[in-house]
Nanobody, 128 residues
Framework: QVQVVEAGGGLVQAGDSLRLSCAAS????????VGWFRQAPGKGREFVAT????????DYADSVKGRFTISKNYAGNTVYLQMNSLKPEDSAVYYC?????????????????????WGRGTQVSVSS
């Protein structure tokens, strides 16, 4: 099984950018879709972005489309979430998660319950 570790969170101002990373250990993400989810205080966990095992397909929440970009490195062991034009409402703990997709390398899910392996999260705080 794969373990995932997030990094890159921090405190920024509205309009700034951050890049989160999700590193795999134990295995690579070659047969895993990888998703980013976030949870703000007092709110439920929500989908942010996902990328398939092949890296060729991806999806985004409407609230981040055009501002966030998910990508995977060539080695297949790190997934990035580039976040531009950050807003205060983007403040949350961001979680990376991996979903074993076996040979379905273009498959991804936007549902958190489809993901089996979760990191501990990284805090993103955006001040106005």
């Amino acid at each position: 099984q794969v373990q995932v570790v997030e990094a890159g969170g921090g405190l920024v101002q509205a309009g700034d950018s951050l890049r989160l990373s999700c590193a795999a250990s134990g295995r690579t993400f070659s047969n895993y879709a990888v998703g980013w989810f976030r949870q703000a205080p007092g709110k439920g966990r929500e989908f942010v972005a996902t990328i398939s095992a092949s890296g060729g397909t991806s999806d985004y929440a409407d609230s981040v489309k055009g501002r966030f970009t998910i990508s995977k490195n060539y080695a297949g062991n790190t997934v990035y979430l580039q976040m531009n034009s950050l807003k205060p409402e983007d403040s949350a703990v961001y979680y990376c998660a991996a979903d074993w997709t076996d040979s379905r390398r273009r498959y991804y899910s936007t549902r958190d319950y489809d993901y089996d392996y979760w990191g501990r999260g990284t805090q993103v705080s955006v001040s106005s």
